[in-house]
């Protein structure tokens, strides 16, 4: 059985920075493109960050230059580490695998999902 779990999230304000990780288990973890993607109320989930088997990056354009994903195989572990946070960065964030391949933003390319961590930026 698959498992993500996330942790992490909090409350800071506006140019702060966290840091979210995502624990991994029942998966050949080396064997899977893992995503962070965010839902602020009353939108659609969006593709944040991802990190491919190789290690190779994307980042949304909305967080380049202040979010950075990486990843820890041995621990089965990726991490977001998120700077100069905005209010617009207020949002619950996931932890996805089993990128399907296509667009790596779209939600429904993803199989497997945490349950996610808040994330509050206060201006």
């Known amino acids: 059985q698959v498992q993500l779990v996330e942790s992490g999230g909090g409350s800071v304000q506006a140019g702060g920075s966290l840091s979210l990780s995502c624990a991994a288990s029942?998966?050949?973890?080396?064997?899977?493109?893992m995503g962070w993607f965010r839902q602020a109320p009353g939108k659609e989930r969006e593709g944040v960050a991802r990190?491919?088997?190789?290690?190779?990056?994307s980042m949304s354009d909305s967080v380049k230059g202040r979010f950075t994903i990486s990843q820890d195989n041995t621990k089965k572990m990726v991490y977001l580490q998120m700077n100069s946070l905005k209010p617009e960065d207020t949002a619950m964030y996931y932890c996805?695998?089993?990128?399907?391949?296509?667009?790596?933003?779209?939600?429904?390319?993803?199989?497997?999902w945490g349950q996610g961590t808040q994330v509050t930026v206060s201006s």
């Open positions: 990190i491919s088997t190789s290690g190779g990056t």
């Open positions: 029942g998966l050949t973890y080396s064997s899977y493109t």
């Open positions: 996805a695998a089993g990128f399907a391949g296509g667009n790596w933003r779209s939600a429904s390319n993803f199989r497997y």
